[in-house]
């Protein structure tokens, strides 16, 4: 009896098959599209003629110590900046940075409420276990890893003692242990240079992740849904064509979330919930780095927390230039 073999986007492709497309690549007509599939086609394709797994780590985690070094020059800046400076034409940066406050309390309110205290899981790797041992269920069992202002976090939220047992009677053991930070791994990107992310402790990525999914429900009420990427990909269809849109793309965006920015914008009580969940260092192979950046890839609530800030940055900018027009994240 003949079977079909299943394929899918992850089936490796026999290398003798490589040449033949780049021929086939290279003969079609040259126009604007045709440009652009040349350019990225082969961007993530790998091969002995490109650069090594050690070339393309090192290549990653320099570039993220360069964006540390840029993060450290803004956290200066922000904290130097005069009130009357005017960061856009007649606007001061005391006037603007009181807009983009008064956006951020209206998106998430004031005060974080208790349901922040409900976190989860997810299913990748945390600092005390490897992502094939990632299961959320398994991250009930066994060694957890927390930071101290984590576990201050608990306590000071008043589930100190309810969490505590929780882990005494999943874990079978007799405390948690702290670790000063999350670590510092590295994934594919392309073939030149790999993403760099970094696994967070595991009672901390329990508390981020409860952060996360509140900030992410409140965008929705503003039409900014992280769950749906085909509003983005409609509007920039619409803009490709009519002109009438702009997109952007940021490079290195969740690394160059300075430290400083979020007491600008945060409400208080959301900041020191946020410091205490971070992680304030990074072990970049075997060496404790001091974070500029509030937090990292990897971190249960820094892609809702910079989406949340390029909306409110951007709705401020477009309020006091009084432009019109849709703002989507």
Known sequence: RRTQKRYDANFRLPYDLTPIVRRFVDDLPANSRTEVLKRHVFSKFT????????ERRSKAIAKWLKTEEKNAETNDRI???PGEFNILPRVTFDAFVATCRQIVQTVICEVPPDEILCGSF???ASTSRMRLEGHPALKYVGEAHVTPGAKDFAETA?????????????????HLTEIRGNMLFTVPKNSDIDRVCCKEPDLNMYFQKGIGDYIRKRLRLFHIDLNDQSV????????????????IDLSSASDSISYELIPLFLPDLWVSYLCMLRSPFTLVDGDWHELNMFSSMGNGFTFELESLLFYVLARATAYHTGTPGRISV
Do not use: F, V
């Open 79 to 81: 904290i130097n900046t």
């Open 122 to 124: 997810s299913g990748g």
């Open 47 to 54: 091969s002995t003629d490109t650069a090594p797994p050690s």
């Open 232 to 247: 983005n990909q409609a509007l920039a269809k619409e803009g490709s064509i009519t002109g009438a849109l702009a997109t």
């Open 158 to 174: 008043g589930i100190g003692d309810s969490m505590h047992d929780l882990w005494l009677r999943y874990r079978g053991c007799n």
